[in-house]
T-cell receptor, first 113, second 114 residues
């Protein structure tokens, strides 16, 4: 099935550093969603974006809905050890309104104290 | 917290036996989904529902059936479990009240077919 191109696949950073990850698609999306998943748990919604150009923050997290509607990025500032986990982007294609999402493959983040 | 409860959370079953996973939501959302998550494949949609008794197939629906007799419950059934159905299963709901479809996931059901 269709997937989003999410990069990087993994990151190993020092505590306090900023992190950036992004997702791109060849299709236009209505909605971009960013999730974090810890081992043994379900994905937890971090940020939801609904309009092209929208920039939204949630604490140390900032995400943007690309102007072309084909991409989105997530930034984490001043990383801390509890930021460790897998981050997923997901998008709802503009061709439907059923909430059926297409997912990126995930970015695995490791933070060294 | 989107009020989603999955049961059972963990199950081991034998090949060929039927298995039913239950998803219960408390907030009257219209859309509900079942996904499976596997290494190398990410999250894939199995089936979804857009109302009571209204369901449709997702990307990987073979070997699975669903039922939704009440708004709050969405059941996923493996008619005859196979080892390839060993996976983590996530239920999700769509909240449409925030400018678009916002999808929230349950905590997952870990299924092992031996």
């Amino acid at each position: 099935g269709q997937q989003l191109n999410q990069s990087p696949q993994s990151m190993f950073i020092q505590e306090g550093e900023d992190v950036s990850m992004n997702c791109t698609s060849s299709s236009i999306f209505n909605t971009w969603l960013w999730y974090k998943q810890d081992p043994g748990e379900g994905p937890v919604l971090l940020i939801a974006l609904y309009k092209a150009g929208e920039l939204t923050s949630n604490g140390r997290l900032t995400a943007q809905f690309g102007i072309t509607r084909k991409d989105s990025f997530l930034n984490i500032s001043a990383s801390i050890p509890s930021d460790v986990g897998i981050y997923f982007c997901a998008g709802e294609p503009s061709s439907g309104n059923t909430g059926k999402l297409i997912f990126g493959q995930g970015t695995t983040l490791q933070v060294k104290p | 917290d989107a009020g989603i409860t999955q049961s059972p959370r963990h199950k081991v079953t034998e090949t060929g036996t039927p298995v039913t996973l239950r998803c219960h939501q408390t907030e009257n959302h219209r859309y509900m989904y079942w996904y499976r998550q596997d290494p190398g494949h990410g999250l894939r949609l199995i089936h979804y529902s857009y109302g009571v008794k209204d369901t449709d197939k997702g990307e990987v629906s073979d070997g699975y059936s669903v039922s939704r007799s009440k708004t709050e419950d969405f059941l996923l059934t493996l008619e005859s479990a196979t080892s390839s159905q060993t996976s983590v299963y996530f239920c999700a709901i769509s909240d449409t009240g925030k400018g678009g479809n916002t999808i929230y996931f349950g905590e997952g059901s870990w299924l092992t077919v031996v």
